[in-house]
Every structure is written in C-alpha cells, then in structure tokens.
C-alpha cells in the first residue's frame, strides 16, 4: 500500500441528488450517474444485505458521495462531512489483513460470488476510515468516470 494508490475521498450523505447539486453550484464539479443496489457485505456482526449507492465526480480530484444507510458504518460524518479515504489494492485481503495487524479494525468487506474480497472498509482510532478497492476494478471506474454512465 502506498499513498499514490489513493484515489477519492468519500462522504456519506442524506441526499446525494442534493449534494451533488450544491457541490456543483460551488464548485463546479459533473457527476457520474448514481450506481449501486442490494450488496452482500459481510460486517462484524456477520454478513448481510444492504442498499449501497454512490455517485463519483467526473471532475477531479475524484469525490465519491455515499448515500447514507442508517445503523451502520456509513452515516454522514460528524462535522468534518469526509467519511473515508479510498485507495486501490492489488490485493484486498493481503492488505486489509496488514491494516488489521496494525490496529485497523475492519468494518465491512465485499466480497466476489466466488468470495473473494474486492473492498474492504477499516477504521484506526487515530485516522480516517479508510477503504481499499481491488485494481481490477479501475478499468470499469475509468470507463465510468469518462463517460458518466454505470458500465453495462
């Protein structure tokens, strides 16, 4: 892991059509359409089904807007609003069990129909929460954030 993998900054959020909006309006940023749906995840707690949506800027630097799911590790941040720092892995559970070895607890893993992990979200009691996200996955976020479409 390195600090050159990271490539978002995530924050959870009410209303991400608002969100969007009001980031728009002052900054300037274009969004890519909003993705996601029923998501296996395997928690502390053990495994379970939850709505996950997101959008990601097209602008740069990349800010993903989470939609909030309440009772669970993601809830809008207490006054910073920033909820994670995402990083590309090029192996989600060699570096989720190396942040583990050095305090970062895990707080939720995806995982693959065959049950390999491709995200994983961590938390230090000294940082932010931090999210690693397979490589094999950048090709089709590449594909998303040029165009702004979900990839077919």
């Avoid at 995840?41 to 630097?61: N, Q």
């Avoid at 720092?85 to 190396?98: H, Q």
């Avoid at 070895?101 to 491709?118: N, Q, S, W």
Wanted: aromatic content about 10%; overall charge negative; charged content about 20%.
């Amino acid at each position: 892991m390195k600090s050159s993998d990271q490539f978002h900054v995530g924050i959870v959020v009410d209303d991400v059509a608002a969100a969007a909006a009001e980031l728009s309006a002052v900054f300037g940023y274009q969004w890519c359409e909003e993705f996601g749906g029923p998501a296996q995840v395997t928690l502390p707690g053990g495994d379970a089904v939850l709505d996950l949506r997101a959008t990601y800027s097209m602008s740069v630097p990349r800010v993903e807007l989470v939609q909030r799911v309440p009772g669970t590790l993601w809830e809008p941040a207490a006054d910073s609003g920033v909820h994670h720092l995402g990083y590309w892995s090029d192996d989600v559970a060699a570096d989720s069990a190396e942040l583990s070895r050095r305090g970062h607890r895990m707080e939720a893993l995806g995982k693959r129909p065959d049950g390999t992990p491709y995200w994983a979200f961590h938390r230090s009691g000294t940082g932010p929460r931090i999210e690693l996200v397979s490589r094999a996955l950048q090709p089709l976020l590449e594909q998303y954030w040029e165009t702004g479409r979900r990839p077919s």
